[in-house]
């Protein structure tokens, strides 16, 4: 067997390892609706999942290796990425409707994770969305708020609000132009508030190792900071999306 190769980077999970072509990653509670979602997707020819190669001989999920990385500052990426993302979105959302895989009266398969911490890029765009470990049956509306939010929110890192505004304004039109300002810019703030929330439960949860419950501390603040961008510029962020 080819020598393993620790993956770093993003948010990866511990113990994925490159192995040649091949990513492997340890399977969790919940893979075997994660393995049905991607052998789907495979089969019906969306070409932003990586494919599924099986199971290897210590039970770990095999995956196709997408060379790339992931980015986590809008300098490392194309300004085509943000409307990028949007469309590859819709397509998972638009394709999975009505899946057989999917309970009947799911609205379709939404990542549940699509930050750009899970998006390998090439030269600067979106070609693979990874780790699908939170896909799961869902209105595409989490999706959309949570990607706009991790994509083109940014309290930190010097990121120009005019930049932010004019990149939700492109991924929310990429997305779906008909949809209202007001109607996606509360989608980010539910997510982030979400995640606030879900990630406060964990910082004081003695059954949570001291990494993790430092990171739930860390992901809080993010979140904080964040949602309180966008309201503080509330009316900026809604001009840009009725230009």
């Known amino acids: 067997m080819e020598e393993e190769q620790q993956l770093v980077g993003g948010r990866t999970t511990p113990g994925v390892v490159r192995v040649g072509d091949t990513v492997r990653r340890p399977r969790g509670h919940r893979a075997g609706f ?34 790339g990385s992931t980015t986590d500052h809008p300098s490392q ?17 638009t394709l999975t409707v009505g899946a057989d895989f999917l309970e009947p009266e799911s609205a379709c398969l939404i990542h549940g994770d699509p930050g ?28 959309v708020g949570y990607a706009a939010w991790t994509w083109c929110v940014q309290a930190v890192g010097n990121v120009p609000l005019q930049d932010q505004a004019r990149r939700l304004r492109q991924f929310r039109d990429a997305y779906d132009p008909l949809m209202s300002g007001r109607v996606f810019l509360n989608a980010l703030l539910d997510q982030q508030e979400r995640l606030a929330r879900v990630e406060s439960r964990m910082t004081t949860d003695t059954n949570c190792s001291e990494a993790r419950r430092r990171h739930a501390t860390e992901a809080v603040q993010w979140a904080t900071n964040d949602a309180s961008l966008v309201r503080e510029h509330w009316d900026v962020f809604m001009t840009a999306m009725s230009r």
Do not use: C, K
Not at 48 to 67: I, T
Not at 85 to 90: E, K, N, T, V, Y
């Open 116 to 143: 750009p911490y899970n998006t390998i890029m090439g030269d600067g765009r979106p070609t693979t969305l990874i780790d699908w470990d939170s896909a799961r049956p869902g209105d595409p509306i989490e999706d």
């Open 34 to 67: 994660v393995t049905a979602a991607l052998v789907w997707l495979n089969e019906h020819g969306f070409q932003y999942a990586p494919g599924y190669l099986g199971v290897d001989a210590q039970g770990r999920d095999v995956l196709e290796y997408r060379p």
């Open 77 to 93: 990426r194309h300004e085509g990425a943000y409307a990028d993302i949007a469309s590859i979105l819709r397509q998972l959302h």
